[in-house]
């Protein structure tokens, strides 16, 4: 498979690197200016309504917030050129997997994408991510830089995998809701060497590119288009049910269902894991996140904050549900906490629950 940064030209690489370094800056270096000036306007806010009330009136925020959109516009549109520049090549190796498939890739034109997925170009991504072939490209490539770099080789995902999710020696199957373009998928099949695993997505660009890839890597996963809220999948069949970053971007309603059916598709004993993002406690970090949400096109971040998925899960008759801290850097799940971190990150955790035995 091509890794398009292996031909970037020189001034594509010098755009990238510094549209990084533009990100990293943001993070390490504005917004902890930012938390100094709110913190010198007074006591601490008690809700995060009052806490977005004051810090929209800072000196600082038009630069911060202006900064934060304008920085993911132009990762998209210097990704997007690097891409466009070689679409016949990246369209042709989709179409020409070689060798006898390891895996399978079943997509459905019939699938209905709700209206809540196709509304908004989620994260600012002109088109979203499944509109065409080569916008499954341009979101792995973008998403590489989105991660600061951090999650090359899937060390990320590694991490979740290897840090939240059990050990099940004789695992049969273990199903990725909401799988993209795999990224999250190809670690379970060094975790769960023995199980069947299967991505479900609505998007067929990204699942042509996830079953490429792997296929090129000899890793054995079903691929198929539909609706993590109705896999298709029989009751019982999954030892894990997980998914990643992709709860958030639900409305309230679609995030019950999908836990609904996670628990519909569990054995008696697995385990629904799911990678995403919880309020901190702290009403001015967590008013930074809901503001950069709608700076971000993610209008459901809220839906997810206010809903009780403890409560949803109790009521799907999973147990033992709760949340967990999650540090992205190198622990993995971290039950003391996201510790004391000067720049902005996402408030990653994870969500698990079981189905109960009998």
Known sequence: MIDIEDQLTLDERSSIDFILTLRKRWSDTVYPALAEEYAATGPAADTVEAATGRLRELSLYPWYSHLERVQQKMLWKTVGEAVVNR?????????????????????????????????????????????????????????????????????????FTETALPEVPRATRVLDIGCGFGKSTRPLTERY???????????????????????????????????????????????VVTGTMVLHEMPAEAVRETVVEAARLLKPGGTMSFLEFSPTGDPFRDATIHEHAERNNEPFFRDLFATDLVG?????????????????????????GWGERREWHFPWAVLTATKPEN
């Open 87 to 159: 679409a016949g090549e990246l369209r042709g190796q989709l179409d020409g997997v070689q060798g006898a498939p390891r895996g399978r890739l079943e997509l459905d034109p019939g699938v209905e994408l709700p209206g809540w997925y196709t509304d908004y170009d989620i994260h600012i991504q002109p088109g979203g991510f499944h509109s065409d072939d080569l916008s499954a490209y341009v979101y792995e490539l973008g998403a590489r830089i989105v991660m600061l770099r951090d999650n090359d080789g899937y060390k990320f995902h590694r991490l």
């Open 193 to 239: 060497p023995g199980a069947e695993v299967i991505g479900i997505d609505f998007a067929a660009p990204g699942l042509r590119l996830a079953h490429a890839e792997a296929e090129a890597d000899g890793a054995a996963i079903t691929y198929r288009q539909g609706d993590g809220r109705a896999s298709g999948v029989e009751d019982a069949s999954c030892d």
């Open 312 to 336: 949803v899960c109790a009521r799907a008759g999973l147990t033992g549900a709760h949340w967990t801290p999650f540090d992205e850097r190198r622990a993995g799940r971290s039950p003391e």
